[in-house]
């Protein structure tokens, strides 16, 4: 039985398709098998990011009213063998996602994958509730900046009362990954600091990716930025955070801060 | 350059880390019941015109969220013979 992880954030543009694609292909890599799941209905485009917008044929909503077998709407990663993607419709809109439908989809996917990665639609509506509503893992997205950290604690309260898992009175396994993080900005006073978004959502901190020309090179590209640049400062932070995401304990570093403090290792303790 | 800006602009992280923990502590505790203000504004009316006429768009009520404690303002305006136009509809 895979694990189910959905990547939310509640405001939009924070970096959820980009980190779910990245992500996603790391895990990949790794050797697992590993699909991803576009919940966002009517505005799709991690297969876009993906760079498999010209072979979508059936998506979640057609697998969802039976039109088409979820065998027929997955599609296989052309360079990584074990990727697999679910896009979203574009032309239908979320009120053809149903409870019953998504639970279906996502059990069966469960089953034969690894790791299920869905990607949110910003907002707290019907397609974010609904990509959380399975989650064994949320990965929360904030970047340091007031009104994503805000939406983030409404996510995070939404994830503790309306996901499965909190309704069974389990804990949610809920991870931080902040990204567009700028190391100088940070220290010159003029962004908010990793350890002041770790105390003010406190939950813990899957990874810091940084601010980087590489994620938008990629998405030009349409490949996940694990793929397309595997030496980058952000696709060296995604794969820390893949390897946490297998229980690996490694030390989380800032990335992208100046000479002198380049290595320096922080005690902070990952997720 | 460093040291033009130093003298310009003062830090502006540590206000928004300030602003974001009032916010959220009120936010955390206020789930559900975001109308607050709106039911105490009815309530107090309803309370005030028993005892006398008043205009209901003469009445504002402000909430100011502070790290400890916060504080509502409610702004009645009576006017003089509200007690008298009472008593005649009465």
Request: charged share 30%; aromatic share 4%; proline share 3%.
């Amino acid at each position: 039985m895979g694990k189910v992880i959905v990547v939310t954030s509640g405001k939009g543009g924070v970096g959820k398709t980009t980190s779910t694609a990245a992500l996603g292909a790391a895990l990949a890599q790794g050797g697992a098998k590993v699909v991803v799941v576009d919940f966002d209905v009517g505005l799709r485009n991690l297969d876009l990011v993906m760079g498999a917008e010209r072979r979508v044929v059936y998506d979640l909503v057609n697998v969802i009213q039976g039109d088409a077998k979820l065998t027929q709407a997955l599609i296989r990663d052309k360079r990584l063998q074990t990727l697999y993607l679910l896009p979203a419709s574009q032309t239908r809109d979320k009120d053809n996602l149903t409870a019953e439908g998504v639970e279906k989809v996502i059990t069966a996917l469960r089953k034969n994958f690894d790791w299920v990665i869905c990607d949110s639609p910003a907002g707290i509506e019907r397609g974010a509730t609904l990509a959380m509503r399975h989650a064994d893992v949320a990965i929360v997205v904030t970047n340091p900046e007031v009104s994503s950290v805000r939406d983030s604690d409404r996510i995070i309260g939404l994830l503790d009362s309306k996901t499965l898992k909190a309704e069974r009175g389990e804990q949610m396994e809920k991870h931080l990954l902040l990204t567009r993080y700028d190391a100088n900005r940070a220290e010159r006073g003029d962004m908010l600091k990793v350890d002041d978004v770790l105390e003010i959502l406190s939950i813990p901190l899957l990874g810091i990716i940084p601010e980087s020309m590489d994620v938008l090179r990629a998405s030009n590209v349409g490949a996940p930025v694990t793929l397309s640049d595997d030496r980058s400062a952000p696709a060296l932070a995604y794969f820390d955070a893949a390897r946490r995401l297998n229980g690996e304990s490694i030390p989380v570093t800032i990335p992208g801060e100046k000479r002198g403090f380049f290595g320096k290792i922080f005690g902070r303790k990952a997720a | 350059m460093n040291i033009f800006r130093f003298f310009a602009k003062s830090d502006s992280a540590p206000a928004a880390r300030e602003r974001l923990q009032v916010l959220l502590a009120h936010e955390r505790a206020s789930t559900g019941d975001s109308d607050l203000v709106k039911i105490l504004r009815d309530e107090i009316m309803t309370v005030i015109a028993k005892h006398m006429q008043i205009d209901s768009d003469k009445v504002s009520v402000k909430m100011e969220r502070g790290a400890q404690v916060s504080t509502l303002a409610v702004d009645v305006e009576i006017p003089f013979d509200a007690a008298k136009k009472k008593k005649k509809a009465a």
